[in-house]
């Protein structure tokens, strides 16, 4: 089965740096890498997502690249704010006929003001 | 109405209880998912229902029972659970019925087994 490797497991920046959060995956069938933000005590948010056809995706400060090549993908934030604290989690499916989503670990990200 | 929602937000049980949870969405979405989540975890696949069939069951407990009463509502019947069972349990649902693609998690119900 599809396993998804996630670093750093805990980034910490300064506020108005860039963060980047890496992750890799095995299988090489997997066509669809979303990433999910979760502060703490609130449900998973998708922020962005990326699909196989696709190399690279923005939206404002998010902006998530894909080698699937080397099988990794990237999440990007730029001029990161204190509210961008959260645990981020990367995933990766084959979509289509396969409904799972296989998690990284998780990073936890912390912005200080 | 573009959430998930879920209740209730927090539930305490004894391990000879039996209590449901419910999970709710409005957007004709017709793939549904439970999740079991701990701390500091990534949330882990429990159950998944596509057009109101259970589509994948990730080899849980008994104890854990999942329901499509249609396509709006998801609930997940609880019984004879033990302590490490404590957990935030979350619901999503997909537009994609085939599944493995954007998923939209609900708030969760935050669970303690006493």
């Known amino acids: 089965g599809e396993n998804v490797e996630q670093h750093p497991s805990t980034l910490s920046v300064q506020e108005g740096d860039s963060a980047v959060i890496k992750c890799t995956y095995s299988d090489s069938a997997s066509n669809y890498f979303p990433w999910y933000k979760q502060e703490l005590g609130k449900r998973p948010q998708l922020i962005i997502d990326?699909?196989?056809?696709?190399g690279e995706k923005k939206d404002q400060r998010i902006a998530v690249t894909l080698n699937k090549t080397a099988k990794h993908f990237s999440l990007h934030i730029t001029e990161t704010q204190p509210e961008d604290s959260a645990v981020y989690f990367c995933?990766?499916?084959?979509?289509?006929?396969?409904?799972?989503?296989?998690f990284g670990k998780g990073t936890l990200l912390t912005v200080n003001p | 109405d573009t959430e998930v929602t879920q209740t209730p937000k927090h539930l305490v049980m004894g391990m000879t209880n039996k209590k449901s949870l419910k999970c709710e969405q409005h957007?004709?979405?017709?793939?549904m998912y439970w999740y079991k989540q701990k701390a500091k975890k990534p949330p882990e696949l429990m159950f998944v229902y596509s057009y109101e069939k259970l589509s994948i069951n990730e080899s849980v407990p008994s104890r854990f029972s999942p329901e499509c009463p249609n396509s709006s509502l998801l609930n997940l019947h609880l019984h004879a659970l033990q302590p490490e069972d404590s957990a935030l349990y979350l619901c999503a649902s997909s537009p994609s019925p085939s599944g493995g693609y954007e998923q939209y998690f609900g708030p969760g119900t935050r669970l303690t087994v006493t």
């Open positions: 957007m004709g979405h017709r793939a």
């Open positions: 995933a990766a499916s084959r979509g289509g006929s396969n409904y799972k989503l296989t």
């Open positions: 990326i699909r196989s056809n696709v």
